[in-house]
């Protein structure tokens, strides 16, 4: 129980002592006398946060005592102990703040920190409020009520149990919903991606060799491109055969004289027309040959990047 209380120097009090016995102690006066500073300093001697504005004005610190006398086997032994802190004589917490709001706790003159004063407050005091009856009056306790006046504690405990361990188990059964769900969605997506893979039909070197042929391709095309140019130089409107033809036959028209000295001249034309004749057909056979694959190149591309976009999918180099 508590035995004694000293105070100094907290809110407006400077100096005051109190000693309590067994039995029934009663503090009276009026509104503002000073009562609840009495709960506020055994509320700092027990652990509550440290507020400098306890501290009387115009002074450096403030300190509260309270004194405890505690029977044999009282649990807070038990919590002393742990500090090896011997309680035999009874027990003496004493704290001080100073204005700057640091403060000190001591136990039968051992210091300690706040949290060990928590810890000893919920063994040696309660304090209650005038308003504590209000909590008869919320309706979540009304059931821990009945089943403390029932004397139903163990049921409780038990009922506690076996709620634990079904939320424990719709807990793992939803998991495991979960993770079937994602197998499912997984399964679905592996399939459709087999099913494109399928239906490309990718074989080993493929893509290698659609490489090789495209950069091959790619040249033939540039080879086209050569051929109808020089094709079109030769034969084509205005090209070198018809070009030769007519300065062939304006020649041809020469005089009797004239034309005894330009029939060397004429014969080369015509020997030179129809040896670009034949260079014509070749060239025109040979983009024949090339131009009968026409599509291949277009195909080649296609395939190549269906096969390097199926690639990406699957992240393989």
């Not at 304090?127 to 059931?143: A, F």
């Not at 719709?170 to 239906?199: P, Q, V, Y």
């Amino acid at each position: 129980m508590l035995t004694g209380l000293s105070i100094r120097d907290i809110v407006l009090i400077e100096r005051l002592d109190l000693e309590f016995f067994a039995g029934l102690t009663v503090l009276t006066g009026e509104t503002g006398a000073g009562k609840s500073i009495l709960l506020d300093a055994l509320g700092l001697a027990l652990g509550n946060r440290a507020d400098r504005g306890l501290v009387r004005a115009g002074c450096d610190q403030g300190s509260v005592t309270a004194s405890f006398e505690v029977g044999e086997g009282h649990p807070v032994g038990a919590v002393l102990a742990e500090q090896e802190i011997d309680a035999a004589d009874g027990i003496v917490i004493r704290r001080s703040i100073g204005s700057d709001g640091r403060s000190r706790a001591f136990v039968n003159d051992r210091a300690v920190g706040a949290g060990l004063l928590r810890r000893l407050a919920t063994e040696l005091l309660e304090i209650h409020g005038q308003m504590d009856q209000h909590g008869l009056l919320d309706p979540r306790t009304h059931r821990i009520l009945l089943d403390t006046a029932g004397g139903h504690g163990a049921v409780c405990r038990r009922v506690a149990e076996a709620h634990a361990r079904w939320k424990s188990l719709d807990g793992e059964r939803a998991e495991r919903r979960a993770a079937l769900e994602i197998a499912r969605r997984e399964e679905d997506f592996l399939r459709h991606r087999l099913m494109e893979l399928e239906e490309l039909e990718p074989v080993a070197g493929e893509e290698e060799d659609l490489a090789i042929q495209r950069q091959m391709l790619m040249g033939r095309e540039k080879m086209l491109d050569l051929l109808r140019e020089v094709s079109g130089l030769l034969g084509g409107s205005g090209g070198a055969i018809e070009r030769m033809g007519a300065a062939q036959r304006r020649l041809d028209r020469s005089g009797d004289p004239a034309r005894q000295t330009l029939q060397p001249a004429i014969e080369a034309l015509e020997r030179a027309m129809i040896e670009a004749g034949e260079a014509e057909a070749l060239i025109d056979g040979e983009q024949q040959e090339l131009e009968r694959g026409g599509n291949r190149l277009e195909e080649v591309e296609e395939r190549l990047f269906a096969l390097r976009d199926m690639a990406r999918k699957h992240r393989v180099a």
